[in-house]
């Protein structure tokens, strides 16, 4: 229960209404740019796929743009999941996140669906496993493009860098290839609850989660780790007399800047610090 302190707070409240109301607009917005409104006529045109790549693309940079300072502007649980993966958000609050966004991608699909004639919707956006592929190769499709997304996320995102100009938002949403696939769980249930249309569902939860698990993972571990985390491991898990290594359980150590020298500092509750509710996002 100690990791829930951190919910009562106005900030903490804000930030999940953020991605709610984001969630809410980015498919309503992205979905809505699926309909075919030449549905029903005599040779309608085939859906305009550029135009719905670059509505979800420019969507989603506009509400990152919009919310990224409230919230993070995650708006996907696949980037949720992977900020939890390298402990950039605690686990209580990344599942208050996935809720608002689930509950924000079915409002706004349900207010499409209200606003749209029965005549035009179509599928309404709801995303299924192309007939010619099987339903192993969809899911690694979603793994590959969720990764390419969140690892645009983290390198986009990243305070380490100094040679990044121009908008990370921008980056972020135009990293959405023109495929038409979800990449986004959340952006796939509200289509899906609002139509009852469940097959293959899970290949939307399963592909974006596991992809951006990784992306997160080999850019936060691999490609781009932080050296301080690596000097306050190596002094937390000190060695004994033994040989072995021992986790430092009892108070806090940091380390001077330009120094190897160790400092130990009483330890402190980051939950009563009501200013930081949101850990770093």
Same mark, same amino acid.
């Given at each position: 229960?100690? %990791?829930?302190?951190?919910?009562?707070?106005?900030?903490?409240?804000?930030?999940?209404?953020?991605?709610?109301?984001?969630?809410?607009?980015?498919?309503?917005?992205?979905?809505?740019?699926?309909?075919?409104?030449?549905?029903?006529?005599?040779?309608?045109?085939?859906?305009?796929?550029?135009?719905? *790549?670059?509505?979800? #693309?420019?969507?989603?940079?506009?509400?990152?743009?919009?919310?990224? =300072?409230?919230?993070?502007?995650?708006?996907?649980?696949?980037?949720?999941? !992977? +900020?939890?993966?390298?402990?950039?958000?605690?686990?209580?609050?990344?599942?208050?996140?996935?809720? !608002?966004?689930?509950?924000?991608?079915?409002?706004? %699909?349900?207010? &499409?669906? +209200?606003?749209?004639? %029965?005549?035009?919707?179509?599928?309404?956006?709801?995303?299924?496993?192309?007939?010619?592929?099987?339903?192993? =190769?969809?899911? &690694?499709?979603?793994?590959?493009?969720?990764?390419?997304?969140?690892?645009?996320?983290? !390198?986009?995102?990243?305070?380490?860098?100094?040679?990044?100009?121009? *908008? %990370? !938002?921008?980056?972020?949403?135009?990293?959405?290839?023109?495929?038409?696939?979800?990449?986004?769980?959340?952006?796939?249930? #509200?289509?899906?609850?609002?139509? &009852?249309?469940?097959?293959?569902?899970?290949?939307?939860?399963?592909?974006?989660?596991?992809?951006?698990?990784?992306?997160?993972? &080999?850019?936060?571990?691999?490609?781009?780790?932080?050296?301080?985390?690596?000097?306050?491991?190596?002094?937390?898990?000190?060695?004994?007399?033994?040989?072995?290594?021992?986790?430092?359980? *009892?108070?806090?150590?940091?380390?001077?800047?330009?120094?190897?020298? +160790?400092?130990?500092?009483?330890?402190?509750?980051?939950?009563?610090?009501?200013?930081?509710?949101? *850990?770093?996002?």
């Amino acid at each position: 229960m100690v %990791a829930f302190k951190g919910i009562w707070t106005k900030d903490f409240w804000r930030a999940v209404s953020a991605e709610y109301v984001a969630t809410l607009i980015f498919v309503l917005l992205g979905v809505g740019s699926t309909i075919n409104w030449h549905a029903g006529k005599d040779n309608p045109p085939p859906a305009d796929l550029v135009l719905i *790549s670059l509505c979800f #693309g420019l969507s989603i940079a506009t509400m990152v743009q919009c919310f990224g =300072h409230i919230s993070g502007g995650h708006i996907n649980p696949a980037v949720t999941a !992977a +900020m939890v993966v390298t402990r950039k958000l605690s686990l209580a609050k990344a599942l208050f996140y996935v809720v !608002a966004q689930c509950l924000g991608a079915i409002t706004g %699909a349900g207010i &499409l669906f +209200m606003v749209t004639p %029965a005549a035009v919707r179509g599928s309404f956006g709801v995303n299924n496993v192309n007939s010619d592929i099987s339903v192993g =190769h969809g899911l &690694l499709v979603e793994i590959i493009i969720t990764f390419e997304l969140v690892f645009t996320v983290f !390198a986009t995102c990243d305070p380490k860098r100094n040679d990044l100009g121009g *908008s %990370a !938002a921008l980056a972020i949403g135009l990293a959405i290839p023109y495929t038409g696939a979800s990449m986004n769980p959340a952006r796939s249930l #509200g289509p899906a609850v609002i139509t &009852l249309r469940f097959e293959n569902h899970w290949v939307y939860w399963l592909g974006p989660i596991l992809g951006g698990i990784i992306a997160a993972g &080999l850019y936060e571990y691999l490609y781009c780790p932080d050296p301080e985390v690596k000097k306050r491991l190596k002094q937390v898990f000190q060695k004994d007399q033994s040989g072995k290594y021992k986790e430092v359980e *009892s108070e806090d150590i940091t380390i001077k800047p330009g120094s190897t020298d +160790m400092e130990k500092t009483e330890k402190k509750d980051p939950y009563n610090d009501t200013g930081d509710v949101l *850990s770093s996002v």
